[in-house]
């Protein structure tokens, strides 16, 4: 019974990996950016999480689409204000410059927020639920579900509204979505709005589970990467087969292995992939 | 006499340093069929391009409905009601038939019932489109995507639809069957501008026609008379101009 409550754990981490990696994966996809601030902005909506709830007693949940608004604009005010300048430019410029910017929010988080670990107590605690022998602890049961509704909400906007098929055509053909008529810079800037959204919203989701510090983010940024890889670049669906993958094997790595090794398990599959499956377990071109 | 629709006045244009167009004077009247005709190179495309505001420096006077377009970016082009049927279609892959022809329909603002009536419309013209219509577009066939990638155009409800290269790689009998189609949109009161290195399919469909040689308008005149001018015979049609005489 201990494996069915290993198996239970992982998957409730997975589901929160998927809203991690969501937003990652999108930028990624559409922009051709790898955005080096994604796991910077999770923190920032942890936080800002965290002080809605011990300043104005905001529950998390609750906060989730503030915390979301909040980041879309900013992500938004980033990509048409800086990031669309270099837009042209090879991967490797909006690398350096998602990486500078990434150290201007870090460092700022740091000096604002100090380094200390803070996590936000519910209390009461929502308690558990009994299955069998294995218990399902409901904050994270919560979250789990939360974070997947947003997931599946991202993938309804993309395929079934205006600007959602503009920002696959973009993704597809910049040029012919252009003679559509498609303003190109202001779908980059949703776009990224909308990674940072996702990001905002797991942030405040996770300030709820995990200890949160400006330091961790790039622990968060690492997983992002791996599902992304694991998933396939430029799938949903993959993202989220990808982040409950990579929440599994991580419960049962700690399992085995101690928790300590549960970054490094992640990694070596990472490895693993590239050399056996580049494409992801589901990868394909299309954002589906 | 009809109204000038589109009118260039010494169009130049090119690609950073090189320059493709030299002075380039094109019109379309309202509700013509009108064609630019030219071998491969000849500056067509690039043409098209200075015209839709992509990519491409620009100098000159671009006049559409009186108003001057020049240097505009492609989303006022397409507002204005020019738009553009890439050459080699350039569908968006991995999304349905469907969803290709609504994005054609993404700058239009009257409404998503006259978009709805435009879709049949265009199903209307081209069955085997609704018979596709949940199909991913990359997956049509050559006829259908040149159908699709029309219907798209339609979509926008445009004033002027710009056609690069109708016939590239298709067969004669689909090539004709589009011709039909682009008849048929025409008497709609769609005005077309049909650009094509097949000199023969371009001078049948339209009214009148442009040739372009090496970035400037060589001959210009009634379809009628450039299909018998020997300017245009010999340099462009050749011996199968001699077969069908």
């Known amino acids: 019974m201990l494996y069915l409550q290993v198996l239970i754990n992982g998957i409730l981490l997975g ?15 559409v922009l051709n950016i790898i955005n080096i601030m994604h796991g910077s902005l999770i923190i920032l909506g942890a936080y800002a999480a965290y002080f809605a709830f ?51 929010l870090e460092n700022a988080m740091i000096f604002a927020f100090k380094a200390d670990y803070r996590k936000v107590i519910i209390d009461p605690p929502l308690g558990l639920i009994e299955i069998g022998s294995a218990f399902v602890p409901r904050d994270r049961l919560y979250a789990m579900l939360l974070a997947l509704l947003l997931v599946g909400g991202l993938y309804a906007v993309l395929r079934t509204t205006r600007i959602g098929r503009a920002i696959v055509a973009v993704r597809m053909d910049r040029e012919a979505a252009a003679l559509m008529g498609v303003n190109v810079p202001r779908i980059y800037a949703i776009t990224f709005g909308l990674g940072a959204l996702m990001a905002g919203s797991a942030g405040s989701l996770m300030s709820v589970i995990f200890p949160i510090s400006p330091l961790t ?24 087969v990808g982040g409950i993958a990579l929440g599994v094997l991580e419960s049962f790595g700690s399992l085995w292995l101690g928790p300590d090794y549960s970054t490094t398990i992640a990694f070596v599959l990472l490895l693993a992939l590239l050399m056996f499956r580049p494409t992801g377990i589901m990868g394909k071109r299309g954002f589906e | 006499m009809s109204e000038r629709l589109l009118e260039l006045t010494g169009v130049s244009g090119g690609y950073g340093d090189i320059q493709v167009l030299w002075g380039v004077d094109l019109a379309v009247n309202a509700g013509d069929m009108v064609c630019l005709i030219g071998s491969n190179g000849a500056g067509k495309s690039t043409l098209l391009r200075c015209i839709s505001g992509l990519g491409v420096w620009s100098k000159g006077r671009i006049a559409f409905a009186g108003r001057d377009m020049s240097g505009r970016p492609a989303a006022d082009i397409v507002a204005a009601g020019i ?26 603002r009257d409404g998503a019932a006259a978009i709805r009536r435009d879709l049949e419309v265009v199903y209307g013209i081209f069955p085997r489109l609704a018979e596709r219509t949940g199909q991913d577009a990359s997956t049509l066939s050559g006829g259908e995507q040149q159908m699709c990638a029309i219907g798209r ?11 690069d290269e109708l016939s590239l790689g298709l067969a004669p009998r689909l090539v004709e069957e589009l011709g039909e189609a682009l008849i048929k949109i025409n008497r709609t009161g769609v005005s077309i501008l049909l650009v094509e290195q097949d000199v023969i399919t371009a001078l049948e469909l339209a009214s009148y ?31 199968t101009a001699l077969a069908v005489s």
């Not at chain 1, 990509?79 to 042209?88: E, H, L, T, Y």
């Not at chain 1, 940024?221 to 949903?236: D, H, M, R, Y």
């Open chain 2, 209 to 239: 026609g442009f040739v372009l040689d090496r970035g400037r308008i060589a001959i210009a005149g009634a379809a009628r008379e450039l299909m018998v001018n020997p300017l245009v015979t010999d340099a462009y049609l050749g011996a």
């Open chain 1, 54 to 104: 011990t300043l104005l007693g905001i529950n998390p949940f609750v906060f989730v689409p503030i915390a979301g608004v909040a980041l879309f604009v900013l992500g938004y005010a980033l990509q048409a204000g800086v990031i669309n300048r270099v837009m042209g430019a090879p991967v490797l410029i909006t690398l350096t410059l998602t990486f500078g910017l990434n150290l201007i």
């Open chain 1, 15 to 29: 589901g929160l990996y998927s809203c991690i990696a969501v937003g990652f994966s999108l930028v990624w996809g």
């Open chain 2, 83 to 108: 738009v553009h049927v890439p050459e080699g279609r350039r569908l968006f892959r991995g999304m349905s038939v469907r969803d290709n022809l609504l994005m054609g329909a993404y700058a239009r």
């Open chain 1, 217 to 240: 983010s790039v622990a968060f940024l690492g997983k992002a990467f791996v599902i992304c890889v694991l998933g396939g670049l430029g799938s949903i669906p993959g993202v989220m």
């Open chain 2, 153 to 163: 155009g339609i979509m926008a409800a445009p004033r002027l639809l710009m056609i």
